[in-house]
């Protein structure tokens, strides 16, 4: 069952003002500070807290453990073990394994009701954080067995996929399952899933819900260029400059001027111009180059063509006129009439 629409049973604030309330004056201040659960939502640092003390930050840092520690101890502490469990169960019913933000906006729209959950979190027994790193987001989870085996997925998955790769969502999802073997049925959920992928700093969404490497500009989307192949790719077939302008700016909310945009076409060696304006992917096979160009690499590749088997190679490349391919044949700089009636190269 998916949770994110539910609501934990339980006051934050109120259940941390209890645990706190076991403190001195100073811890108090300490943990209200460092977790940001004043009216003032910062979290500030163990060196601003020292500054104010007139401590070390080793010094606050002692404070801090040993608060945490004295509530665990404390009787306050025991009463609300059915709010640790309730959280624990929110977050089981989440993937088990749920990064930090996905976690915090799943469940509390302001920052201060947030600032006291993730009190919770470090303060409850149930609860294990793997900090940022270079391949995973920051991340709680309640068991062990499945963190570990999310992880190993996350890897396999991100080693499977190509810079080049771009995945539909209901793919990549089905992709994942077919890796994914000791979870639990309820954790095979596309919302639970999509959580999962979410975790990996190296495996990222575009505004389309396609997936791949975060580093690939189909996925971390920065330019004109890379909305442009975003959207040519999503029509499926040679599409007009002004046309390409005009949908990212409808898809993706982006303002693309048409002589903008031209120009970067242009540019760009993963984009052919195909017809006056059109312009198809290069890795749609089409040949770069002028319509002589093209007719010389069908005609080095295939020998000499008759007149029909010319126009009909080249109206494959190009979306031309038939004229405008005889007048290229007739160029004897480039090409000649064999005396079978057939065109080869001058």
Known sequence: MDKTNNKITFKPKQVTKNLIAVLNDRAKDVIISRYGLGKDTERLTLEAIGQKYGITRERVRQIENHSLNQIRKSEAYDKETSVFDDLKSYIDDLGA???????????????????????????????????????????????????DEIHGVLDKVYKNLSDDDIIPE???????????????????????????????????????????????PNINVKGIRDYAFLVIRRHGSPIHFREVAKSINEIFNKKAHEATTHNELIKDPRFVLVGRGLYALTEWGYTSGVVKDVIKEILEKNGPLTKDEVIEKVLKERYVKENTIMVNLQNPNYFKKTKEGKYTLA
Do not use: C, P, Q
């Open 97 to 147: 394994i749920v990064s930090e933000e996905d976690l915090l906006e799943t469940i509390a729209k302001d920052d201060s009701t947030r600032n006291h959950i993730h009190f919770l979190l470090v303060l409850g027994h149930h609860f294990m954080k793997d900090k940022e790193d270079d391949n995973f987001a920051h991340r709680w989870y309640v068991d062990k067995e499945v963190a």
């Open 170 to 216: 209901s793919e990549m999802i089905s992709d994942f399952l077919d890796y994914v073997k000791d979870v639990s049925d309820k954790h095979r959920d596309e919302e639970v899933v999509k959580r999962w992928l979410r975790l990996s700093k190296k495996i990222g969404r575009n505004d389309l819900d396609e997936w791949g490497r975060s580093t690939s």
